[in-house]
């Protein structure tokens, strides 16, 4: 697959929508810029925060337990950086970066995503906190990790490694893509802004074309499909695999681009139905990397799960993210919830 033709290719929005709809109008009301009660309450519940920057300059992993966000008001959040992690040049260097960041409540498989742009600065300990300013905060739904059996961990395999630079997957790279039930993708739009969204399937959903190519299967969604309109005006992507209960995680830096060839996609087949769409990952370079933040963090220890009746419901938060909190709001919630529950019976 390393130099063959691209079979199936999707190049255009229009080719995109013909298999995948535009979704209701009410859909792109669930955006808000700045932190409401809502995001508040999850941004505080959340056990890990994972960061992705632009320009492929990285993944991090913040333990919101042992370093709670410094700050979090209007579209404003800061977080203490881990000081055992590198800051991207870019913002050692005093710049800005276009960014996202995904809250992992744990225990709950909804989750709260935000894109905007950060800094970095010394806080008055000499701490370094990353300067978070959103331009937009959305509810993401839960169906990725239902998926996956996110909070299910699995046993931890050998400690893994790779030269720098990395380009064709080795043995152990493989093994984990083949044991990794879930994984988030950092895309940019044409302006440089950033998109980290999950995928989540059973263990190793994710099918290897060869040691350079690999094929995401798009599974349904919300059906805004940001990531797929992204790949479509900027190819590059991070990818980073997940094993549950695994504080190691595999990095892969390359380019994508969409497919709806079926004899490629029938490999992805679940419960009878082959995914109509793919996403196909030229590997540019990979990396294992230490993500200490999941385990210490607890994410994957009972104890520390949160119950379902601890927060608000998830089609509460987002039809009032939509029409607010009055008559409309209530009324909303109930069409949301109908939806919500028919999507968790119809993952597929």
Not at 38 to 50: D, G, K, Q
Not at 218 to 243: M, Q, Y
Not at 306 to 320: G, N, Q, T
Request: aromatic share 6%.
């Amino acid at each position: 697959m390393q130099d063959c033709a691209q079979p199936g290719r999707i190049r255009t929005l229009a080719e995109l929508r013909k298999l995948i709809a535009e979704p209701p109008a009410m859909m792109h009301r669930r955006l808000q810029q700045r932190i409401d009660d809502y995001c508040l309450m999850m941004i505080r519940s959340a056990a890990v925060c994972i960061v992705g920057f632009s320009g492929q300059a990285g993944i991090a992993f913040i333990n919101l337990r042992s370093a709670p966000t410094a700050t979090t008001e209007a579209e404003r959040i800061d977080l203490a950086w881990p000081a055992d992690t590198e800051l991207p040049p870019a913002l050692a260097r005093g710049g800005t970066l276009a960014a996202s960041l995904y809250f992992i409540m744990p225990g709950i498989g909804f989750a709260l995503r935000a894109n905007g742009f950060c800094t970095a600065e010394r806080g008055d300990d000499d701490e370094t906190l990353l300067l978070f300013r959103a331009e937009a905060l959305f509810l993401h739904c839960s169906r990725a990790k239902v998926r996956a059996r996110f909070w299910e961990p699995r046993a931890n395999g050998a400690p893994h490694s790779a030269a720098p630079g990395a380009t064709m997957l080795s043995e152990a790279a493989l093994a984990f893509v083949s044991r990794s039930p879930y994984l988030l993708m950092l895309t940019e739009d044409a302006a440089g802004r950033t998109e980290l969204s999950p995928r989540g399937d059973p263990d190793g959903f994710v099918v290897a074309l060869d040691r350079g190519n690999l094929l995401i299967p798009e599974r349904p969604g919300n059906k805004v499909a940001c990531t797929l309109t992204n790949i479509l005006s900027h190819d590059k992507a991070t990818v980073v695999f997940l094993i549950p209960g695994s504080a190691d995680v595999l990095v892969i830096d390359g380019h994508c681009w969409l497919s709806a060839e079926q004899d490629m996609l029938k490999p992805a087949t679940i419960q009878g139905k082959t995914p109509r769409l793919g996403i196909v990952l030229r590997v540019g370079e990979y990396r294992f990397q230490h993500g200490p933040a999941l385990l210490d963090a607890g994410l994957w220890a009972c104890e520390t799960h949160l119950r379902e009746s601890d927060i608000p419901s998830f089609s509460k938060m987002l039809a009032e993210h939509i029409n607010g909190k009055g008559l409309l709001g209530k009324a909303t919630t109930l069409v949301v919830d109908a939806v919500v529950k028919h999507d968790l019976k119809h993952l597929y």
